[in-house]
Each structure stands twice: as structure tokens, then as C-alpha cells.
């Protein structure tokens, strides 16, 4: 007579088992998802502060290639190159020169960018160094 023998010798998964590693595996690619999502804002937010940055040092620059007589007779805005810095939002751009010593000959000149980022939030960067009238180096 052959013997039954109800103990079962299969080996595998159960159902249960497989619907909860695929639950398990989908709530972490969600957040892998999520991860590099926010990561890719933050290297759009950084890519938006270095082109501001950039902009607010050219017109450091163009400001710096004036005479001093002519620095002190500027405009308080500056307006940008649309091909230069055509990923930042409406940026608009101020120019502030205000004496910070007793003397007439040193000047703080501050350069800011402002831009709508993410979200239509504003956004701006400043830029700020001194000039003189003889040179940095010769009060």
C-alpha cells in the first residue's frame, strides 16, 4: 500500500509574500523618484544663482571700466542681455553706490539680481565690492 504523507516539500513563495516584496519595492522606487526629483530643483536653483551671479559680475565689471566721475553719475538699474541670460524669469537688475568711509574717494558699489524662480518665488543675489578714485591700493 502506498502512504500518503500530507507534509508538502514545495518550495516558493506565496502569494502574500510576493504582493508585499512588490509593495515594498514600489514604495521605494516612489522615493527614489521623489529623491531625484528634488534633486534635479536644487540643480535648477543652482543653476539660476550662478547665471545671476555671472550677470551681477559683468555689470561689476562694466561699471569698473568707467572712470570714477562717471561711476558716481550712474543709473540705479542695469538691464541684461536676453540671449545671456534667457533661463532666468523677468530678471531685472540695481545698481547701488553709496559712500560707507568720511572720504569722497572710496565707494561701495553693490550690484543685485533679482529673478522669479520655482514656484514664483522671488529670488536675488547680491554682489557687492568697493571702488576708489586713485586704485584699492592707493587711498
Known sequence: MI???MRSNKKGFTLIETLVSALILGIG???MGAALYSGFL???????ISIASLAAQEEVETIRNNSYANILAMGASFSFTPSSFSSLESPTGTVTIDNIYSTDNIRRLSVRVTWTGY?????????????????????
Open 29 to 31: 522606487l516612489v522615493m
Open 119 to 139: 514656484k514664483g518665488r522671488s529670488m536675488s543675489t547680491t554682489l557687492v565690492t568697493l571702488i576708489t578714485n586713485s586704485g584699492i591700493d592707493r587711498q
Open 3 to 5: 502512504g500518503f504523507n
Open 42 to 48: 536644487f540643480l535648477d536653483g543652482a543653476k539660476e
